[in-house]
């Protein structure tokens, strides 16, 4: 019933910067905790940024500041800015959501299909 779209991945050079956007849409009763995910070739899927729903956020070490996560749940979106690219963050970047279900209250995961971040000198 809720399905997330991602845009903003692309091509970067070291020392640039990125924008990503995750959209929930369907019907909606309440998100818990969006986040970001990211997965390099040949390593595991690791967690980026979360954000709860009242604006909480835990970061990864490797990115702490350098991105920030944000969302707005009035438009059912998460944002990352990405800063300070370097080339270790090259991975596919994954939008993550924990919908509640409005006919049962039960919680569930969500995934994005993936957008791929580049950072190449």
């Known amino acids: 019933q809720v399905q997330l779209v991602e845009s903003g991945g692309g091509l970067v050079q070291p020392g640039g910067s990125l924008r990503l956007s995750c959209a929930a849409s369907?019907?909606?009763?309440?998100?818990?905790?969006m986040g970001w995910y990211r997965q390099a070739p040949g390593k595991q899927r690791e967690s980026v940024a979360i954000?709860?729903?009242?604006?909480?956020?835990n970061y990864a070490d490797s990115v702490k500041g350098r991105f920030t996560i944000s969302r707005d749940n009035a438009k059912n979106t998460v944002y990352l800015q990405l800063n300070s690219l370097k080339p270790e963050d090259t991975a596919v970047y994954y939008c993550?959501?924990?919908?509640?279900?409005?006919?049962?209250?039960?919680?569930?995961?969500?995934w994005g299909q993936g957008t791929q971040v580049t950072v190449s000198s």
């Open positions: 954000i709860s729903s009242g604006g909480s956020t």
């Open positions: 993550n959501a924990r919908p509640v279900r409005w006919t049962t209250l039960y919680e569930y995961n969500l």
């Open positions: 369907g019907t909606i009763f309440r998100i818990n905790d």
